[in-house]
């Protein structure tokens, strides 16, 4: 049983940003980040995909250049950090944990996560 702990949400104004954390009691294959905005569907954000001792970070939107995903393996921690962030990346953030490798078509489908967090609470207002 992998239990995973998010920090860092909060309400921030329009173009700042927040590191959201992702504390793992044991790494897995895959840790991802996904977000529900209020009266919507859970939606892949990005993930970080183990590969021996390295990995790779995607993202739904490769081209946004506002998240970045980092790793910090000694911690056993996953960033999720955003940038210029707009009203409408307000949602509940959370991360989940793979036990096997995904490939990488099946890295935003939350089905495939065998564990999740709470979430955290990401508020973009002025």
């Known amino acids: 049983q992998v239990q995973l702990v998010e920090s860092g949400g909060g309400l921030v104004q329009p173009g700042g940003s927040l590191r959201l954390s992702c504390v793992a009691s044991?790494?897995?294959?895959?840790t991802g980040w996904f977000r529900q905005p209020p009266g919507k569907e859970r939606e892949f954000v990005g993930a970080?995909?183990?590969?021996?001792?390295?990995?790779?970070?995607y993202y739904k939107d490769s081209r946004n250049g506002r998240f970045s995903i980092s790793r910090d393996d000694a911690k056993k921690t996953v960033y999720l950090q955003m940038n210029n962030l707009k009203p409408e990346d307000t949602a509940v953030y959370y991360c989940?944990?793979?036990?096997?490798?995904?490939?990488?078509?099946?890295?935003?489908?939350?089905?495939?996560?065998?564990?999740w967090g709470q979430g955290t609470q990401v508020t973009v207002s002025s």
């Open positions: 970080f995909r183990r590969i021996g001792g390295g990995g790779n970070a």
């Open positions: 989940a944990a793979a036990s096997r490798t995904l490939i990488v078509g099946r890295l935003g489908v939350s089905a495939d996560y065998d564990y």
């Open positions: 044991e790494r897995s294959a895959v």
